[in-house]
Each structure stands twice: as structure tokens, then as C-alpha cells.
Nanobody, 118 residues
Framework: QVQLVEAGGGLVQPGGSLRLSCAAS????????MGWYRQAPGKQRELVAA???????NYADSVKGRFTISRDNAKNTVYLQMNSLKPEDTAVYYC????????????WGQGTQVTVSS
């Protein structure tokens, strides 16, 4: 049973920082792309950032220069360092990973709330 377990959300003031982490556990062969999505109330889920197992990254325009995605392949963990947070970053953040067991499948974490407010 493959699981993605997230940690690190919370309440932060505008301009502050948070670091999210997401660890994959269970029995699997390989992990390809790992990424973070977010969903604000009344909005569709959107890609925030993604990183391949080779280290190639991709960011939403709205977070470029403020957020940094990284991964530790030895720990099967992906991180999202969020700096200069804005109220519009408030959302539930979901970890996503493409993981191979017998077949390749998409897996999602349970979501972690990030609230940016004074």
C-alpha cells in the first residue's frame, strides 16, 4: 500500500515562510515526478511546482522566485520551501507523485492547510 504523508502546513503572516514535506512509503519500484498542487476555496486545483527524479523543476508563474521545490530520492521525500508568502497563497496543498508498483499510478497526499493572514 503506497502512501504519501504530508507535513508542515499552518498559519503564517504575509511575508513569512513555511516548508512543506511529503514522504512516500510502502512497497514500490520507482518514483518519477513529484509535485505540489493547491486548491483554494471555490477554485480548481492547480499545479504549484513539480520535480522529476532527475531534478528538473517546473513552477507556476504565480510562485516563481518565491517557492522552491526539491527532493531527496534516498528518502522518497519532496519538499516545498515557500517564502514571501501572500494571502493569495492560502489553500490546501496536496502532494502528488507518479509511482510504479506493478504499473505507474498517480498518488495523492491527504492535503495540508496553508493559511497566510495577519
Amino acid at each position: 500500500q503506497v502512501q504519501l504523508v504530508e507535513a508542515g502546513g499552518g498559519l503564517v503572516q504575509p511575508g513569512g515562510s513555511l516548508r512543506l514535506s511529503c514522504a512516500a512509503s510502502g512497497s514500490f519500484l520507482s518514483i518519477d515526478v513529484m509535485g505540489w498542487y493547491r486548491q483554494a476555496p471555490g477554485k480548481q486545483r492547480e499545479l504549484v511546482a513539480a520535480v522529476t527524479n532527475g531534478g528538473t523543476t517546473n513552477y507556476a508563474d504565480s510562485v516563481k522566485g518565491r517557492f522552491t521545490i526539491s527532493r531527496d530520492n534516498a528518502k522518497n521525500t519532496v519538499y516545498l520551501q515557500m517564502n514571501s508568502l501572500k494571502p493569495e497563497d492560502t489553500a490546501v496543498y496536496y502532494c502528488n507523485a507518479q509511482i510504479a508498483t506493478i504499473l505507474w499510478n498517480d498518488y495523492w497526499g491527504q492535503g495540508t492547510q496553508v493559511t497566510v493572514s495577519s
